[in-house]
């Protein structure tokens, strides 16, 4: 058994972060499993955690390996643990819940009142080994891969939002084509969408809006959406607007674009105050508004892999970047340049796109 793994540390509270090759491989607890990572990809919440904004400065404590979007082999079982054995193949859900506070009792671990963060609070999956509370392991079917494993996670993000915006023959309008936008496109159009508006800033990522099927993309910096939204419904309105960005003035420029009685879903989150005239965009409207966050455990993930499987929606479009976990800053660098689409980071990735592993 190695002794010592690879992974990248946040040590200090400023924007870098370093590789290591001798980080002690995590000790598991008796309901906990070890992971050996295939794949992770970089999330938001990581650049926020590696420029040290006031998010992670509140919540992390130093040093500690981050990344929370991961996928993997269990290699070590706890005493406690049962249904999961070595070999399986996972992928992680991020958000640890308590089991014990009234959300969780009552079905909605996903928002339980002491949760915890891989990545955040509890060690994170930028590295070769993670250990992983039984209650967030997710198996993956044979024909879902490390690379789409850890994706599932943000998935489940744009899945959630999709789902609660119940999309099914409606006129659905997703706000911010990033990673978890992109995915939200498609999984609009695979669960029923009548027409798909995709809205952005970005040319390269409306390019890629198209790809996952959106029927019509719309450039906010220099278009009406609200205008184009009636153009495309006979004067109505979308049914459906859901929001990816958290942005104040995407999320204003949504609301004017809803018909009345229509539907508003809030996923993205506001780095600051979002006015809002609450009259004009929900009151007079009838609109309904649904907050979303994380995701259901466990019927969204059984949803993303349904999708999956069933081939309703490819995934390969929203990969930006494939990276050896050394190189991890390029990856961040084409984040932070605008690159489109989802990072991942293979930790034994040798350049071929083969992974070659010591016997554990």
């Known amino acids: 058994m190695e002794k010592t793994m690879r992974g990248i540390l946040k040590e200090l509270p400023n924007d870098s972060a370093i590789y290591h090759e001798d980080l002690p491989i995590p000790v598991i607890g008796d309901r906990d499993v070890l992971v050996r990572v295939h794949a992770t990809a970089i999330c938001g919440t ?10 992670a400065e509140d919540r992390l404590t130093l040093p500690m390996v981050f990344g929370h979007e991961f ?28 089991n014990t506070c009234y959300q969780c009792k009552t079905g909605h ?15 994170g999956a930028f590295c070769d ?10 198996k993956l079917s044979d024909d879902i891969s490390y690379e789409m494993g850890a994706m599932l996670e943000p998935m489940g993000v744009a899945v959630h939002g999709v789902t609660d915006g119940e999309v099914e023959n409606q006129f ?9 936008g992109l995915m939200a496109v498609g999984a609009a159009k695979a669960l029923g969408a009548r027409q798909v508006v995709a809205v952005d800033i970005i040319p390269e990522k409306l390019t890629l809006a198209k790809q996952m099927g959106a029927d019509h993309i719309v450039n906010s910096k220099n278009e009406d959406l609200a205008q184009l939204a009636k153009s495309y419904t006979n004067g109505i309105g979308a049914d459906v607007v859901i929001d990816y960005t958290g942005s104040g003035p995407a999320i204003s420029g949504g609301f004017a674009a809803l018909r009345k009685g229509g539907r508003f879903v809030m996923v993205g989150l506001p780095g600051k105050k979002v006015e809002l005239d609450l009259s004009e965009c929900i009151i007079y409207k009838e609109a309904t508004v649904k907050g979303a966050t994380g995701r259901l455990m466990y019927e969204t993930w059984e949803t993303c892999a349904e999708l999956l499987s069933k081939k309703l929606i490819d995934l390969k479009p929203v990969i930006g970047g494939i990276y050896p976990m050394k190189d991890f800053e390029k990856a961040f660098d ?27």
Request: negative net charge; glycine residues 12%; hydrophobic residues 40%.
């Open 129 to 138: 080994y993670i250990s992983v509370p039984v209650e967030c392991l997710y």
């Open 71 to 98: 996928a993997g082999e269990i290699v070590e079982v706890g005493a406690q643990v049962t249904g999961y054995q070595i070999g399986d193949r996972i992928a992680g859900e991020t958000h640890i819940p308590c």
């Open 172 to 180: 659905v309008v997703i706000l911010g084509c990033g990673p978890i």
């Open 109 to 123: 671990r996903h928002i339980c009142e002491n949760m915890t963060i891989i990545g955040v609070q509890a060690p």
């Open 334 to 360: 084409a984040l932070y340049s605008g690159a489109p689409g989802k990072m991942l980071l293979i930790p034994n990735f040798n350049g071929s796109g083969v992974e070659i592993w010591p016997s554990f």
């Open 46 to 55: 990581d650049l926020h955690i590696m420029h040290w904004s006031q998010y």
